[in-house]
């Protein structure tokens, strides 16, 4: 059983990550500035705002692994990448491990590719979101040794408007966007939350970004 607080833990992502590690057992802490309207069973809530370090400190105080899954919009919009470096410095101190949610546009097209996001299909009003993603992955990979992080980026095809089923079948890869047979790059809620959790009880990807879909 590991402690886990989940920073965003009410949101589509973070949501679904608390319910599948409460799920499996772990003691689960949800953080987000509104109590839930509903919590896993034997999930708590702690409420604050991750704009300040204290409010994120308290939340996390005493986790094994500190989740993040804030999105870069409303008041973390232009301060994503610095409240994400305040909360890495939060898990060293800790000694907690971090994991986040990425995003898919900083995945390549292909080996030695083009990032997603950089691409023309690639959507104007997702660029910013997407660019703030993949700087706290680069700020991840320059990070003090002594932090233990990871990344799962899912594929374009993840979201709140696609939440679809858990089958408990997908592929993990690497850097590169997975797609299946027929083109399509996609992974519902339950699933991502399923390998994610799966990364938490079975680390296998230490200071490393990885992927899931179909
Ligand atoms: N296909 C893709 O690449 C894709 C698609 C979707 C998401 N994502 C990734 O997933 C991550 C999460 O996205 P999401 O769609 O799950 O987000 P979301 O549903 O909007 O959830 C955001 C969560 O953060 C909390 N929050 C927001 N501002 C906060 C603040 N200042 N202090 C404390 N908590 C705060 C929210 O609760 P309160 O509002 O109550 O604070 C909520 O729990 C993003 O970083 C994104 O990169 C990727």
């Not at 704009?51 to 105080?61: M, Y």
């Not at 101190?93 to 900083?106: E, F, T, W």
């Not at 292909?110 to 660029?127: C, H, M, N």
């Not at 990871?150 to 993990?172: D, I, K, M, N």
Request: proline content about 6%; aromatic content about 8%.
């Amino acid at each position: 059983m590991k402690r886990i607080c989940v920073l965003g833990g009410t949101g589509y992502a973070g949501g679904a990550i608390a319910r599948e590690a409460a799920g499996r057992g772990h003691e689960v802490v949800v953080f987000s500035r509104k109590p839930p309207a509903e919590l896993p069973p034997g999930a708590k809530s702690v409420t604050g705002s991750a704009l300040v370090r204290a409010d994120i400190a308290r939340a996390a105080s005493g986790a094994d692994v500190i989740v993040v899954a804030l999105a870069p919009t409303g008041d973390l919009e232009t301060s994503f990448v610095a409240v994400n470096a305040d909360i890495a410095d939060v898990a060293r101190i800790l000694g907690a491990r971090l994991g986040v949610v990425g995003g898919a546009g900083s995945l390549l097209t292909e080996p030695g590719g083009t990032k997603v996001y950089e691409t023309e299909e690639f959507p104007a009003r997702f660029k910013a979101f997407a660019q703030a993603s993949d700087d706290v992955l680069h700020e991840l990979r320059a990070s003090d040794p002594e932090l233990d992080w990871f990344v799962l980026s899912p594929p374009t095809g993840f979201g709140h408007y696609a939440p679809g089923t858990a089958t408990g079948r997908f592929r993990l890869g690497g850097d590169v966007m997975l797609k299946g047979n027929d083109g399509r790059a996609e992974i519902s809620g339950a699933d991502y939350a399923q390998a994610f959790v799966d990364e938490i009880e079975r680390p296998a990807h230490r200071r490393a970004r990885f992927t899931v879909a179909y």
